[in-house]
Every structure is written in structure tokens, then in C-alpha cells.
């Protein structure tokens, strides 16, 4: 396994490379969800490169950039051990030398959910992401559902730009109690710990009222908040959604395909999930 941090060296080192070459985008503290995404990399791939990069650009003002989780020992190891090729751990400099000045946007659906929460976060993810794919120029790039926003953007950005690269979008690994995998996760104390499953219970209860027959996708809404609300250690929800998967606008009919997600405020962190709809 090499480790690169400059972006000419990795360049020039995933041009040396077998195709097809894969890429894993990740912010490190790495955990078993990022791993599937490694893995399968590895199965579909000749060369696997997993990025390991906290981009200052995604995270607003007051947000948790300084106290984000950060162990690149214990990453390495992992990669290591799940047969990785090449790793680029660039700095905050490399990525952003002075004078960088080029800003991807890719629309409204950027604006909404996540984006309404935290302006600009988009701008920051599609600017890091197209930076990363045109270093490596992998053919494939891996992203995982928990961060269902952000693999339409994606997937949006890889479109609209004509960048010939496959997104392949993986299901949200989740702990025994339903609680999805974050690098977060670590933040929160064990009551908290306890109180965060509450977020995936929220949403199975969405889940089930619509299979049972509710298409009405305010009382969707209604029922995950009502479960998230009665967790008195989520403080704040900063959304309930019910949205068109390509659009992410809010729907009033709840369909197959559509996202159910949630965003809430628990202790030092915020978490997000979603479930797809089908
Ligand atoms: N539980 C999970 N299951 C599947 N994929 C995941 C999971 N958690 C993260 N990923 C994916 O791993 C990639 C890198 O994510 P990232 O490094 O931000 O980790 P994270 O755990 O989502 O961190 P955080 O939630 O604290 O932002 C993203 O494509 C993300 O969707
Ligand atoms: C895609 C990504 C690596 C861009 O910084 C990040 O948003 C993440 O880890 O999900
Ligand atoms: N996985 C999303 C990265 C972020 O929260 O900024």
C-alpha cells in the first residue's frame, strides 16, 4: 500500500496504475461502513485508492471542523488490512494552494435539506469531490446511502460535467440497534449513544406506516417526528423530509423511490439517516 499526500505524485501514481481503478472518497475515522465501501472496490477493481481528506470548504462557520474525529494511524492499518492500493492524505494547502478561486455549483438541489442546514456545505462536497476525481480520474467512485443528499449531487456533478466516472452508491451500514455508522458517533456518551437509535426508529416507524397503506406523506412526516420527539435528548430536528430521489423536493404523495430523511441536534454532534422508500 502507498501513501501519497502530494497531488502530482498521486496522479502520476494512479496513471502508473491497472484498470479499472476505483476511488473512496472519505473524511477518515474510518469505521465498518466506510469499509464496505472498500471492499467493494477491491471485489469490483484492479486498483483501489481511498482519499483521506477533512475539507475545510463543506464545513460552515461554528461547525465541528477543529473537534471533527481524526486518527490516520488506525486508518492505515485498516486500509491496509482491506487490501487497499494507494491512499492520498493531501493537506489543507495542496488541496487549496493561494489563489484558488474555482467553485462548483450544482443547483438548487443543493440548496435544500442538508444545503438549507448548512449553506454552502454542497458548494464545499461537489468542489473537493471534482478536485479528487480529476486528480485520480478513477473510472469508478464509491459513496454510501447515509449521506443520501450528497450521492445525488454526485452523481449530479459527475453528469453535468461529462466526467465519465460511475458513482456506485452503497447501503447504509448500520450498529445492531439500527443507529447508521458515523465517524461522529464517537462524540456522543453512552446516553447519548443509547438516545441516537432513536433516529432509525423514527424513520422505520415512517417507513411502516407507508407500507401499511399511508401515502400521505405529511402523516409520514408526522409519525418519525412524533417518534424522534418522544427521545428527550434530541434536541433540536432540523428536518423531516419526504422527497423526490432526483429532485429532493418534498412530496405531498409518498411513492416508491422516494428518500424519508432526518436531520436532529444530539449532544455535541448532528446525525443524519434516510431510508429509501420501496
Ligand atoms: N454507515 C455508513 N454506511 C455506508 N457508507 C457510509 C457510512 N458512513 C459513511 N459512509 C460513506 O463513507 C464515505 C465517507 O464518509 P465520511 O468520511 O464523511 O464518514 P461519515 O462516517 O459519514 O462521517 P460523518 O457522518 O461524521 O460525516 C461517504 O460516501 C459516506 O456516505
Ligand atoms: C465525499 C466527501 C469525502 C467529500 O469531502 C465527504 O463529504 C464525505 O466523507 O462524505
Ligand atoms: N459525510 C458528510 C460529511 C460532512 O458531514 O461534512
Not at 52 to 78: C, H, K, M, S
Not at 139 to 156: H, I, L, P
Not at 179 to 203: D, G, H, I, K
Not at 226 to 241: G, H, K, N, T, W
Request: hydrophobic share 40%; proline share 5%; charged share 25%.
Amino acid at each position: 500500500m502507498r501513501v501519497v499526500s502530494s497531488k502530482d505524485e498521486m496522479r502520476r501514481a494512479c496513471r502508473e496504475s491497472s484498470r479499472p481503478l476505483s476511488l473512496v472518497p472519505t473524511m477518515g475515522a474510518l469505521h465498518d461502513g466506510h469499509l464496505s465501501l472498500v471492499d467493494r472496490a477491491r471485489s469490483d477493481s484492479s486498483t483501489v485508492a481511498v482519499s483521506i481528506f477533512v475539507n475545510p470548504t463543506q464545513f460552515g462557520e461554528g461547525e465541528d471542523f477543529t473537534e471533527y474525529p481524526r486518527d490516520l494511524d488506525a486508518d492505515l492499518e485498516l486500509l491496509q488490512r482491506h487490501g487497499t492500493d494507494l491512499v492520498f492524505v493531501p493537506d489543507v494547502a495542496e488541496v487549496y494552494p493561494p489563489g484558488f478561486d474555482t467553485w462548483v455549483d450544482v443547483g438548487p438541489i443543493a440548496d435544500r435539506l442538508e444545503g438549507a442546514a448548512r449553506p454552502g456545505h454542497f458548494r464545499g462536497v461537489a468542489t473537493v469531490v471534482a478536485k479528487l476525481f480529476g486528480i485520480v480520474q478513477p473510472d469508478r467512485a464509491y459513496f454510501g446511502q447515509k449521506d443520501g443528499q450528497q450521492t445525488v449531487v454526485v452523481r449530479k456533478l459527475a453528469r453535468d460535467l461529462d466526467m465519465g466516472i460511475e458513482v456506485v452508491v452503497l447501503p447504509t451500514v448500520r450498529e445492531s440497534d439500527g443507529l447508521a455508522m458515523s465517524s461522529r458517533n464517537v462524540r456522543l456518551n453512552p446516553e447519548q449513544r443509547n438516545a441516537a437509535a432513536a433516529v432509525y426508529r423514527a424513520l422505520a416507524a415512517g417507513m411502516n406506516l407507508w407500507s401499511s397503506g399511508e401515502a400521505d406523506a405529511s402523516k409520514v412526516r408526522d409519525a418519525v417526528r412524533q417518534e424522534l420527539e418522544a427521545e428527550p435528548l434530541l434536541e433540536v430536528v432540523d428536518y423531516v423530509s419526504v422527497a423526490s430521489p432526483d429532485s429532493l423536493e418534498e412530496l405531498d404523495r409518498a411513492g416508491r423511490g422516494a428518500m424519508l430523511s432526518t436531520a436532529v441536534h444530539l449532544g455535541p454532534i448532528r446525525l443524519i439517516d434516510n431510508v429509501i422508500m420501496e
